[in-house]
């Protein structure tokens, strides 16, 4: 256990509609990371939180997806409109290195 | 972006055997780093090691920035080895993945 959180962990959800992710991290971790991650592949960036500022994104975060981390704690993430390739695994990490355990994604 | 290559992509030892996994990358950087993740899909860090030597156990990872390649090593495997192995690189707060070396040991 790497006391960073995430909910759910398994989430199947028909196309088209919108999903959200939480995680929790360590408390006194002011940085904050979302990667996506495919069978068989590395975790991708996605996105940096710096306490509640949201301070890089990749270009892979298309304008479906919205991250938040309100008052520096938790973070959510959202995929709207959620299409077949948006299916993965998310994954949370609290600093850089403690990663959560993931929410598996699986759109149908 | 950062482009990092690992090798080998897959590696099978038996029980008590030694190895040592690559990690080459195309540019400088400022943070490396090592994870492993574990079949149920859980990542664990390993090493915070943008250059220099360090050991943990039974692990030991060294870093030559000049030179873009760090290598993890591995002595007297146990089963619990088993899993992918991820090197991660970054120059800022962006951080690029390689796709890992998969190890399964069989005792």
């Known amino acids: 256990d790497t006391g960073v959180s995430q909910n759910p962990r398994h989430k199947i959800t028909k196309r088209g509609q919108n999903v959200t992710f939480r995680c929790d991290p360590i408390s006194e971790h002011n940085r904050l990371y979302w990667y996506r991650q495919t069978l068989g592949q590395g975790p991708e960036f996605l996105t940096y939180f710096q306490n509640e500022a949201q301070l890089e994104k990749s270009r892979l975060l298309s304008d479906r997806f919205s991250a938040e981390r309100p008052k520096g704690s938790f973070s959510t993430l959202e995929i709207q409109r959620t299409e077949q390739g948006d299916s993965a695994m998310y994954l949370c990490?609290?600093?850089?290195?403690?990663f959560g355990p993931g929410t598996r994604l699986t759109v149908l | 972006g950062i482009q990092v290559e690992q090798s080998p992509p897959d590696l099978i030892l038996q029980e008590g055997a030694n190895s040592t996994l690559r990690c080459n990358f195309s540019d400088s950087v400022n943070n490396l780093q090592w994870f492993h993740q574990n079949p149920w899909g859980q990542l664990i860090n390993l090493f915070y090691i943008p250059s220099g030597t360090k050991q943990n156990g039974r692990l030991s990872a060294t870093t030559v920035a000049t030179e873009r390649y760090s290598l993890l090593y591995i002595s007297s495997s146990q089963t619990t080895d088993s899993g992918v192995y991820f090197c991660a690189v970054a120059t800022g707060n962006q951080f690029y993945f390689g796709t890992g070396t998969s190890l399964t040991v069989i005792p």
């Open positions: 990490a609290s600093s850089s290195g403690f």
